[in-house]
């Protein structure tokens, strides 16, 4: 795990300059600072290590090949690299280091883009050719490590963070208003776009080549999918209990691969547990870490413990109070450089910071949701599936007239029925939508935001993913997973997870982006996965001889920090209080999202994200846009 930077330019590269941008990322990789300029300056990558496979300094990167024509700068692990470097080697590959990034270069030499797809793990790198002048950068299929990238007056600049981006003189820091309303309805920026406009991220499972032509380094091929999930289900399968354990076992032991001590997060739920059971079964001696709250409704210790003490773990507790928040406010929105409203990052970053103390790695279930239909919106959709027969469109029609006249706006069975009777897109939408609704969204927005929304809808998201998985083609369950996968996961989990675990120079690692477990979900029914009385069918059903009861089927209650309680308690003034004039009030209506607050402070539904996202934004705005 690494923090990478780098420059093409048509002229040559200051050093100084990408060792400013560089260092932005120290966080990412306390352990060595390194920066490559190729003979005629023109291009420098940069890297900031966190050494966890080879700790030897003759694996720091940036990495040249013997021969000199490759250097690389990487980010992530090769979970498979000891079975790819003996397959290079008996093509007659030769080694230097015991390092996953050498195997890279070398399977990239023989095989170019292909090598792709023999990696089996998470990574970002940008790999420069020194004979053919040009730039390859790669991302990991679900998007586990960031690539962020942008063309400025003629040079090509890259980093895992958008901060080192924006930082690059020239940078211009004008906001995409188009991200901004995906932000206050997805609760985040996803892929292609970030929150300025001028810059971009590198899709998951995508990649592209720079090369200096002409006047200037320009994108040459790209962005291009090199890889999809696949939705195809089989179903002469009858039993999928046992692929799935020996998939899961088989898939949490190859991403322990570590020469650093490793743990595993631990919620007491079903996702993490399973990890930690399929480690411990595999022979390993687990470090557990947990955080829990005061609250009880929101306290999950208790079942983490239980699965500890089932599997004999060394395990470790810790809690997080309403006054949390405040304390490390200002450093998390550095750390998160583009908006985020998935307020869980705070329990994120607590958890992180504790396994910290003891591993440099630590696994998590994150991606089991996703790939095996595990929230309960998933209940819905397979009932919506079972409906469908029923809600024609004219009576779809009536129904939702029906409930809009006879429940108020805020109701959840108004949402619920109009989740029932509207089209797929809207309906997928309306289950990803986890803030303002769209027209909340253009009853309060002003300016440049307000303009946008004349010509734009976050609905354009979903509808272009769909476009890839018609649900009329894969059915309601699959259409869903697969935005999960790339909306949810890419765009949220994963970037939450992220950030939090780097800014304590943590490896988090999640076992169910696997390539084998993504895979093999992407085999299984959407039947065997999700009806109208449960969610995760066949992962728990698989998992009844590893885990008790109380971890396969008690209600799921996420990793959601109790934020609607903080704020009506202790917490209420100080979250909700109003900072006076500031740049959000370009965007937003002051006295309107005054009012949208107030209502969903005091509305009997938990709207804790609402509240969240404009004080987020607002604080965001005042530090990386005044």
């Known amino acids: 795990m690494c923090g990478i930077a780098g420059v093409v330019a048509p002229s040559p590269v200051e050093a100084s300059a990408v060792e400013k941008i560089r260092d932005l990322l120290a966080h990412r990789g306390p352990d060595h600072a390194g920066l490559w300029r190729s003979p005629d300056g023109r291009a420098c990558l940069a890297n900031r290590r966190l050494a966890i496979i080879d700790l030897s300094p003759e694996a720091d990167q940036p990495f040249v090949s013997t021969d000199g024509r490759y250097a690389i700068t990487f980010n992530g692990e090769i979970y498979n690299y000891r079975r790819v470097r003996a397959d290079l080697e008996a093509l007659g590959a030769a080694f230097r280091t015991s390092s996953d990034t050498e195997v890279i270069v070398e399977a990239y030499r023989r095989f170019g883009?292909?090598?792709?797809?023999?990696?089996?793990?998470?990574?970002?790198?940008?790999?420069?050719?020194?004979?053919?002048?040009?730039?390859?950068?790669?991302?990991?299929?679900?998007?586990?490590?960031?690539?962020?990238?942008?063309?400025?007056?003629?040079a090509f600049l890259f980093a895992s963070e958008l901060k080192a981006i924006a930082a690059w003189e020239g940078f211009?820091?004008?906001?995409?208003?188009?991200?901004?309303?995906?932000?206050?309805?997805?609760?985040?920026?996803?892929?292609?776009?970030?929150?300025?406009?001028?810059?971009?991220?590198?899709?998951?499972?995508?990649?592209?080549?720079?090369?200096?032509?002409?006047?200037?380094?320009?994108?040459?091929?790209?962005?291009?999918?090199?890889?999809?999930?696949?939705?195809?289900?089989?179903?002469?399968?009858?039993?999928?209990k046992p692929e799935i354990l020996h998939t899961l076992e088989t898939a949490a032991l190859e991403t322990s691969v570590a020469d650093v001590p490793v743990g595993a997060f631990l919620s007491g739920?079903?996702?993490?547990?399973?990890?930690?059971?399929?480690?411990?079964?595999?022979?390993?001696?687990?470090?557990?870490?947990?955080?829990?709250?005061?609250?009880?409704?929101?306290?999950?210790?208790?079942?983490?413990?239980?699965?500890?003490?089932?599997?004999?773990?060394?395990?470790?507790?810790?809690?997080?109070?309403?006054?949390?928040?405040?304390?490390?406010?200002?450093?998390?929105?550095?750390?998160?450089?583009?908006?985020?409203?998935?307020?869980?990052?705070?329990?994120?970053?607590?958890?992180?910071?504790?396994?910290?103390?003891?591993?440099?790695?630590?696994?998590?279930?994150?991606?089991?949701?996703?790939?095996?239909?595990?929230?309960?919106?998933?209940?819905?959709?397979?009932?919506?599936?079972?409906?469908?027969?029923?809600?024609?469109?004219?009576?779809?029609?009536?129904?939702?007239?029906?409930?809009?006249?006879?429940?108020?706006?805020?109701?959840?069975?108004?949402?619920?029925?109009?989740q029932y009777t509207a089209r797929a897109p809207e309906m997928l939408?309306?289950?990803?939508?986890?803030?303002?609704?769209?027209?909340?969204?253009?009853?309060?927005?002003?300016?440049?935001?307000?303009?946008?929304?004349?010509?734009?809808?976050?609905?354009?998201?979903?509808?272009?993913?769909?476009?890839?998985?018609?649900?009329?083609?894969?059915?309601?369950?699959?259409?869903?997973?697969?935005?999960?996968?790339?909306?949810?996961?890419?765009?949220?989990?994963?970037?939450?997870?992220?950030?939090?675990?780097?800014?304590?120079?943590?490896?988090?690692?999640?076992?169910?982006?696997?390539?084998?477990?993504?895979?093999?979900?992407?085999?299984?029914?959407?039947?065997?996965?999700?009806?109208?009385?449960d969610a995760k069918i066949a992962l728990k059903s698989a998992l009844s001889s590893w885990l008790p009861e109380t971890a396969r089927n008690r209600r799921k209650m996420g990793f959601a920090l109790p934020l609607k309680s903080w704020i009506g308690k202790t917490g209420r003034a100080a979250f909700l209080a109003d900072p006076g004039k500031g740049p959000l009030d370009e965007l937003v209506e002051p006295a309107a999202r005054r009012a949208l607050e107030q209502e969903a402070a005091g509305a009997a539904t938990d709207r804790s994200a609402v509240l969240h996202s404009f004080r987020f934004l607002g604080d965001w705005l005042r530090k990386w846009a005044a």
């Open 172 to 240: 211009p820091r004008r906001l995409d208003m188009t991200a901004v309303a995906d932000f206050f309805t997805l609760g985040f920026v996803p892929d292609p776009k970030t929150i300025w406009q001028g810059s971009r991220k590198l899709p998951p499972g995508h990649w592209l080549e720079v090369a200096l032509e002409g006047g200037g380094a320009r994108i040459a091929r790209g962005p291009s999918a090199w890889w999809d999930w696949r939705l195809a289900p089989d179903r002469g399968v009858v039993d999928w």
């Open 269 to 418: 739920g079903v996702d993490s547990s399973s990890v930690v059971a399929a480690l411990s079964r595999g022979g390993l001696r687990v470090r557990s870490f947990t955080v829990g709250f005061a609250e009880e409704s929101h306290d999950e210790r208790p079942f983490a413990r239980a699965v500890a003490e089932l599997y004999a773990t060394d395990h470790r507790e810790s809690v997080v109070r309403a006054d949390d928040i405040e304390k490390i406010w200002d450093q998390l929105l550095w750390n998160y450089d583009e908006p985020t409203n998935d307020y869980s990052f705070l329990p994120t970053y607590y958890v992180c910071r504790e396994a910290r103390r003891e591993v440099k790695v630590a696994l998590s279930g994150d991606g089991g949701d996703e790939a095996f239909a595990g929230y309960r919106k998933y209940q819905r959709i397979a009932l919506r599936s079972g409906l469908d027969w029923a809600l024609r469109p004219p009576i779809a029609r009536a129904v939702r007239a029906a409930a809009d006249a006879a429940l108020p706006g805020g109701s959840p069975w108004r949402r619920t029925s109009s």
């Open 429 to 533: 939408f309306d289950m990803l939508n986890v803030g303002l609704a769209l027209d909340e969204l253009a009853s309060v927005a002003r300016g440049p935001l307000a303009s946008a929304l004349h010509d734009y809808s976050p609905l354009e998201v979903v509808r272009g993913h769909l476009s890839k998985a018609p649900p009329e083609e894969v059915g309601l369950v699959n259409a869903m997973r697969y935005l999960d996968l790339k909306l949810t996961l890419a765009g949220d989990i994963l970037v939450k997870v992220d950030r939090a675990s780097m800014a304590v120079s943590l490896e988090a690692r999640p076992v169910y982006v696997h390539r084998d477990l993504l895979e093999l979900a992407g085999r299984i029914p959407p039947e065997c996965l999700a009806s109208r009385r």
């Open 113 to 154: 883009a292909e090598s792709l797809d023999r990696l089996t793990g998470m990574f970002a790198f940008a790999l420069w050719d020194e004979e053919k002048k040009r730039l390859f950068c790669a991302r990991d299929r679900a998007g586990e490590k960031p690539f962020y990238y942008a063309e400025i007056g003629g």
